[in-house]
């Protein structure tokens, strides 16, 4: 229900602000800044998010937590998005996203309100299927035997057959393999 309100509401909110601010400054300054705004959403989105994703390879790769970086490079993702969006109401939002403090203050309020869960992977975590052995920690027992192959020996021959065989308008070459000498 509230999405729906949001839908109906924020437009609502953004005509009035343009009516507003186009009446103190005009249409045209009015249409410059949604045109700013825009190229300046455009620019964030292209520039912060590659930089994000930077942070977030750096925190994984130095075995650190990622949730920081990846919640704030969403945050900075949904401010240049809200820059594009035409509208000043969303300009003022996306803007006040790009400031690192109110960042944390979204981060802490969401945080709140969402609950984490853990999953464990190790030897206790992981259930014993009926058809594999209760030890070895995954460890298949096994044997083999190596097959040596003779030089000259085709798969599925005799092993007594070379593997090239003389066509009729060949000259003979030693050892045929079809005669002992």
């Not at 790009?98 to 203050?105: A, E, K, T």
């Not at 259930?127 to 190596?146: F, M």
């Not at 021959?157 to 070459?173: H, Y």
Request: glycine share 10%; proline share 9%.
């Amino acid at each position: 229900m509230w999405l729906f309100a949001l839908f109906v509401i924020l437009p609502m909110v953004e005509i009035a602000l343009f009516i507003q601010i186009g009446g103190l400054i005009g249409v045209w300054p009015t249409l410059g800044l949604v045109v700013l705004s825009t190229l300046l959403g455009v620019v964030v989105v292209r520039s912060h998010s590659t930089h994000a994703f930077a942070e977030v390879q750096r925190s994984m790769a130095e075995l650190r937590d990622p949730s920081r970086p990846i919640a704030h490079g969403m945050m900075i993702l949904l401010a240049g998005i809200l820059l594009i969006v035409p509208g000043f109401f969303t300009d003022a939002l996306g803007l006040l996203l790009l400031i690192p403090m109110v960042r944390d203050l979204v981060m802490r309020q969401l945080g709140r309100r969402i609950e984490v869960a853990q999953v464990q992977m190790g030897a206790t975590g992981f259930r014993r299927e009926a058809h594999r052995p209760p030890y070895g920690d995954g460890v298949i027992d096994g044997d083999y035997v190596v097959e040596d192959d003779t030089p000259g020996h085709r798969p599925g021959t005799p092993p007594d057959l070379p593997l090239d065989l003389p066509e009729d308008n060949d000259p003979p070459r030693g050892n045929s393999g079809w005669t002992r000498h």
